[in-house]
């Protein structure tokens, strides 16, 4: 049993990982239908950006964070702007291509700065508590809190604000949004930024417990496709709720049956759900 619980608590750790980042992915599909595949080296920043905050210009952990948040999130306005706008009208394989033109662009830019080496991102979080028996890490209740914290914030913004309500509308109908006076470029750029600012959030948070490196964001990426597909493609609660299976299914997967096939379990886990339910748990319809 303490052993079933400590995977349990390492599933929702895992999980709240792959929700923040499928988060982030979801709604930029959601609005613009774009799967963006440049999104792993958004994630990758945030860990490189935050790592150099706090190891070159010796700011705080959350200081560091919230500077990681900011550029991120300019990276992925800026990325809407001068390469998704002005493809939308060109045929859809374009966006495609230009996101792994992206991709490599980053990455190459990560070994350029930081060179190919693993590093590891200190923490001011590392002590180990113990709570009813079970034996934590600080940093891992901090992941699974403050990955709550911004899930709770994310829905309430996007169902309590005007701003979050335009973002909703035009998730809905692009066109519809732009007919009734949304600015569907700002609201583009937006996302984006938010998008990237829960990447950058989900690196920080996870990055003292693994390392930081140019590649980091590959798998990450994968399976935060996984969880999308699996959620419904462009549905909030399905991101969170794909990231939270995923995260428990691999953290007992590789308990009780194989820690070398851990990776497989999303894929396989994928083809069994959309064999019941082929669009998703949440899915939205259309696209």
Not at 51 to 75: D, E, N, Q, R
Not at 176 to 201: D, E, P, Q, R, W
Request: without cysteine.
């Amino acid at each position: 049993m303490e052993i079933l619980l400590q995977q349990l608590f390492n599933g929702l750790t895992i999980g709240s990982v792959y929700s923040l980042v499928a988060l982030g992915l979801t709604l930029v599909y959601g609005i613009l239908h774009i799967p963006n595949f440049a999104h792993g080296a958004l994630y990758m920043m945030g860990g490189y950006i935050t790592l150099t905050m706090m190891t070159k210009y010796g700011l705080h952990y959350w200081i560091a964070i919230f500077v990681s948040i900011l550029v991120v999130g300019i990276i992925g306005a800026l990325m809407e702007r001068f390469v998704f706008h002005p493809l939308r009208e060109a045929p859809p394989i374009h966006d495609k291509i230009a996101a792994i033109g992206i991709l490599l662009f980053l990455e190459a830019f990560a070994q350029f700065v930081w060179g190919a080496e693993f590093q590891s991102m200190p923490t001011p979080y590392g002590q180990v508590v113990e709570i009813f028996g079970l034996t934590f890490t600080m940093q891992r209740l901090l992941i699974v809190i403050s990955a709550i914290v911004v899930m709770i914030l994310l829905t309430l913004f996007l169902k309590k604000t005007f701003t979050g309500s335009t973002i909703i509308a035009m998730s809905q109908n692009r066109e519809g949004a732009n007919l009734v006076g949304i600015n569907t470029n700002k609201v583009a750029m937006l996302t984006f930024m938010i998008s990237g600012g829960l990447a950058a959030i989900a690196a920080s948070l996870s990055a003292p417990i693994n390392l930081v490196f140019p590649a980091m964001g590959h798998l990450v990426i994968l399976k935060a496709f996984v969880i999308i597909i699996l959620g419904g493609m462009g549905s909030v609660p399905g991101a969170i709720l794909g990231g939270y299976i995923l995260g428990f299914s691999e953290s007992l997967g590789a308990t009780y049956i194989s820690n070398d096939y851990k990776d497989i379990f999303a894929f396989v886990l994928l083809v069994l759900i959309l064999s019941v339910k082929p669009t998703g748990l949440f899915s939205k319809g259309g696209h």
